[in-house]
Structures are given as structure tokens and as C-alpha cells.
């Protein structure tokens, strides 16, 4: 096989439901971010009023700028096209989505061990801190040790983390049009945000074909192609 085809995907174009299910996602990391990144202006609108969130208004603005970069480019992580294409913004935008979870997830700690509802939410808030930072860290530390797909496969794990502020926000917005209390779920959401789409990736990883190379390893993503 010639070099410039080893390795790369012979399958055919991505269908179009896979395409505009990445495209929604691109749009609900751009919106969902775009309204976290608000929070960064003078005169920001407050959350919702929770006690931990009014006792530590300083972290929740940092957690929820850097929680908004990381909304907005991470989708384009997952993006094959971008990879290829342009392999130097795609490292530049991972560096900075890193960063991003670097101070998001540190600032969500404190918050978290303060969240209204209790031990069940202050675990659930916490443990998707510690995951979110961990994950990250796991997909760099491959990165560096040039283990591709390794590296991918713990930035789907980062990214379906991160997605939790999109999940968050439509939760919310559902209760808000039902007319309920924020208080009155806000301890569900501290694991219903965040787990299952965990979950699932879990169970769609492990159904992927051992032992492919790196690059179709990618390439069977097929998120951004």
C-alpha cells in the first residue's frame, strides 16, 4: 500500500445523520458556552440562587469562562477534518481546551463541596470534577507519549464530561418551562448531567474492534469527517 494511503480510512463519506448530529453539537457548545461566557461581563446575570453559588460568586465566574471555552472547542476536537487538515490549530485548540478544564475543574471542586442538596449532590458535582480533570489529563499525558489512540479515546471521555454543561442547560431549561423549582431537582441534575452520556460512551467504547491502528481508530469516530 503507498505511504500517503496506510493508514487512512477508505470508508465511504460520513451519512447525513451523523453529520448534523455533529453540527447540533458544534451549535449547543457554541450557545451553551457563548451563555456561560456572560458571566465573565460587568454587570453579569446571577445563576440561580443557590447557596453555593451566591457564597462563592468569584469561582463560579471563573468556572463558568473557563467552562465556556471548553464548550466551545472542544466539539472541534473530535473533528477528523480539522486533524488533518489543519494539525496545527488542532493542537493549539487543544492546548487551550485543556487549559480551560485546567481552571474549570479546579474552580468546580470548592463549589461542588458546597452544592445545595447535600452529600448526594456535593459526590455527584464532585466526582464529575475529578473525572473531568482526570480524563483530560489522561488524553495529554498520551498525547506526549505519542499513543494516539489512547489519546482520542480519553479526549471522548474529557469532551462527553464537558458536555455536561450542554446537558445541564437543557435540563434546566425543561424544568424552567414546566415551572419547577430549580431546588427541587438541583440534586438529580449533580448526576443526571453528566453520567449517562458518560455511560454511554463507556459501553460504545468497548464495542469498538480491538486492534485497529491509530489512525482508523480515528477515523471510525467519523464525528468530523
Known amino acids: 500500500m503507498p505511504p500517503r494511503l496506510r493508514g487512512m480510512s477508505t470508508a465511504t463519506p460520513t451519512p447525513l445523520i451523523p453529520r448534523l448530529a455533529y453540527g447540533l453539537l458544534l451549535l449547543l457548545g457554541l450557545f451553551t458556552g457563548l451563555a456561560a461566557l456572560r458571566y465573565g461581563l460587568p454587570g453579569?446575570?446571577?445563576?440561580?440562587?443557590?447557596?453555593?453559588?451566591?457564597?462563592?460568586?468569584?469561582?463560579?465566574?471563573?468556572?463558568?469562562?473557563?467552562?465556556?471555552?471548553?464548550?466551545?472547542?472542544?466539539?472541534?476536537?473530535?473533528?477528523?477534518?480539522?486533524?488533518q487538515r489543519r494539525p496545527r490549530l488542532?493542537?493549539?485548540?487543544?492546548?487551550?481546551y485543556a487549559t480551560s478544564i485546567l481552571v474549570g475543574g479546579i474552580t468546580s471542586l470548592p463549589?461542588?463541596?458546597?452544592?445545595?442538596?447535600?452529600?448526594?449532590?456535593?459526590?455527584?458535582?464532585?466526582?464529575?470534577?475529578?473525572?473531568?480533570?482526570?480524563?483530560?489529563?489522561?488524553?495529554?499525558?498520551?498525547?506526549?507519549?505519542?499513543?494516539?489512540?489512547?489519546?482520542?479515546?480519553?479526549?471522548?471521555?474529557?469532551?462527553?464530561?464537558?458536555?455536561?454543561?450542554i446537558t445541564l442547560r437543557l435540563q434546566i431549561g425543561v424544568g424552567s418551562a414546566l415551572a419547577v423549582p430549580i431546588q427541587d431537582y438541583y440534586t438529580a441534575l449533580a448526576w443526571t448531567s453528566w453520567l449517562p452520556q458518560a455511560l454511554l460512551l463507556e459501553w460504545w467504547l468497548r464495542r469498538r474492534t480491538p486492534g485497529v491502528n491509530a489512525h482508523d481508530a480515528w477515523a471510525e469516530t467519523r464525528l468530523g469527517a
Open 44 to 83: 453579569q446575570p446571577f445563576a440561580p440562587p443557590l447557596h453555593n453559588l451566591m457564597a462563592q460568586r468569584e469561582l463560579l465566574v471563573l468556572h463558568a469562562v473557563a467552562g465556556g471555552v471548553a464548550l466551545i472547542l472542544g466539539g472541534w476536537q473530535l473533528s477528523t477534518r480539522l486533524r
Open 90 to 96: 488542532h493542537r493549539l485548540m487543544g492546548w487551550g
Open 111 to 165: 463549589l461542588a463541596a458546597q452544592a445545595d442538596g447535600g452529600p448526594v449532590a456535593q459526590v455527584g458535582f464532585g466526582l464529575l470534577g475529578v473525572l473531568w480533570l482526570a480524563s483530560t489529563a489522561m488524553a495529554l499525558v498520551h498525547i506526549r507519549a505519542r499513543r494516539i489512540t489512547a489519546h482520542q479515546r480519553w479526549m471522548l471521555r474529557s469532551f462527553a464530561l464537558t458536555a455536561g454543561g
